[in-house]
């Protein structure tokens, strides 16, 4: 079963606090990425992991920091965070290049408020 | 940048009509897919396409690189079609990054 799994779905913290989103896939992918989802923007990508420890900068990586050690976990780290990382962040996974399905898979999402 | 003009922003449709969605990108993309975000916020993917058309059931999508566009194609429109529908284009770079359109917001009413 193709899955991709985030947790959590729902997290309040305050500005400065440190936050983690988890991210796990299970369908040995190598890419993965963040996107964040602003009311009115489509979604703006964050970061991609190509796969373990090969990460790169998406549109707007400002103000965070992620982690690949293991292929099926990707995880998006805030250091401080500020009010106007809230939002709704996504993870997706993506079939590997050649292969018979390119198609993009979403986790269902993780809202973040930051107070 | 690269941009992914999608439109219309919204669209109202009653049942058993159709219309369709159009994303116009400003530099050559390698290939396009299309979302939906259901009632519960989960994004499903609708379609992958490197070139061509593709059709599934009441939707079908066309991509064409060299004109910068794609479309999606919505025909006998029912309730449950209703959601926000992004496309997503794959930059020609081979960087596999995928930059969104700013989503449709399709209501189908009875």
């Known amino acids: 079963d193709m899955k991709v799994t985030q947790m959590p779905r729902y997290l309040i913290k305050r500005m400065g606090e440190n936050v983690l989103l988890e991210c796990g896939q299970d369908m040995s992918h190598e890419t993965m990425y963040w996107y964040r989802q602003d009311p009115g923007l489509g979604l703006q990508l964050i970061y991609i992991s190509y796969d373990v420890d090969s990460n790169s900068e998406g549109d707007i990586p400002k103000g965070y920091r992620v982690s690949r050690k293991k292929r099926e976990h990707f995880s998006l780290i805030l250091d401080s965070a500020k009010t106007n990382q809230t939002s709704v962040y996504f993870c997706a996974s993506r079939g590997d290049r050649g292969s018979s399905n390119e198609r993009l898979f979403f986790g269902h999402g993780t809202k973040l408020s930051v107070l | 940048g690269d941009q992914v003009e999608q439109s219309p922003s919204a669209l109202s449709l009653h049942e058993g009509t159709g219309s369709a969605l159009r994303c116009n990108f400003t530099t050559t993309m390698r290939a396009v897919q299309w979302f939906r975000k259901n009632s519960r916020g989960s994004l499903i993917n609708l379609f992958y396409?490197?070139?061509g058309t593709k059709e599934n059931g009441r939707l079908k999508s066309a991509f064409d690189s060299k004109e910068r566009y794609s479309t999606l194609h919505i025909r006998d429109a029912q309730l449950e079609d209703s959601g926000t529908y992004f496309c997503a284009a794959e930059r020609a770079s081979g960087s596999w990054q995928l930059i969104f359109g700013s989503g449709t917001q399709l209501t189908v009413m009875p």
């Open positions: 396409l490197a070139s």
